[in-house]
């Protein structure tokens, strides 16, 4: 158990439609990101925030955005959604910014867009 | 465009053996490199970093080798144990961007 914690595990909609996923990083940690892992590719980096604040951004589409609250935690909103956003999406925590810190992943969301 | 290329998608080894698992990347400003293993319905866990200052690295059964002229990274596991089955990425970071990019990984079967 890394400590970070991601909901819901799973999750179906429609295209069109707009999700939220949720991450809580690990007690202490003030950073998190975003990754994507679409089937049979690696994982892709999407965003990063540090204490409140957008550090890095990778590719993440428009219709995606992120956010982390005062109390840490991080959303990613997907709107619009197409059938290629279908993919896991993992968030993981590190305790400050470098990416040369440990992240730490959470179990991630799966999103199926049917 | 990929920075960082694990060609190989998958690698059968017997268990007691040594397992080589490879990494090239392209930018030359990356200046960190870490393996991240995972499991099944699992994140991907920490597994060994390495600086590019540095070129070996070794932690209990598992060293990675940096060879910056060749622009490729290498992580030997010996000996392989059927615990190890599971998929390996190689990332590479460039700390000035603060970014890290990850191979497509490789799947490590371990056979007894």
């Known amino acids: 158990d890394s400590g970070v914690t991601q909901t819901p595990k799973h999750l179906i909609t429609a295209t069109g439609q707009r999700v939220t996923l949720r991450c809580s990083p690990r007690s202490g940690d003030l950073s998190v990101y975003w990754y994507q892992q679409s089937l049979d590719q690696g994982l892709q980096f999407l965003i990063q925030y540090y204490n409140g604040e957008e550090r890095a951004k990778g590719n993440i589409l428009e219709r995606f955005s992120a956010q982390q609250f005062p109390d840490l935690h991080s959303e990613l909103n997907l709107s619009s959604l197409e059938l290629g956003d279908s993919a896991l999406y993992f968030c993981?925590?590190?305790?400050?910014?470098?990416?040369?810190?440990?992240?730490?992943f959470g179990p991630g969301t799966r999103l199926t867009v049917l | 465009d990929q920075q960082v290329k694990q060609n190989s998608p998958s690698l059968s080894v017997q268990e007691g053996r040594i397992s080589i698992l490879n990494c090239d990347y392209t930018?030359?400003?990356?200046?960190?490199f870490l393996w991240y293993k995972k499991y099944p319905a699992e994140g991907p866990t920490f597994l060994i970093s390495i600086s590019s200052i540095k070129d070996k690295n070794e932690d209990g059964r598992f060293t990675v080798f940096l060879n910056k002229s060749a622009k490729h990274l290498s992580l030997h596991i010996v000996p392989s144990q059927p615990g190890d089955s599971a998929v390996y990425f190689c990332a590479a970071s460039d700390s000035s961007a603060s970014k890290i990019i990850f191979g497509s990984g490789t799947r490590l079967s371990i056979r007894p």
């Open positions: 993981a925590s590190s305790v400050a910014g470098p990416p040369t810190d440990t992240q730490y």
């Open positions: 930018n030359s400003m990356f200046d960190y």
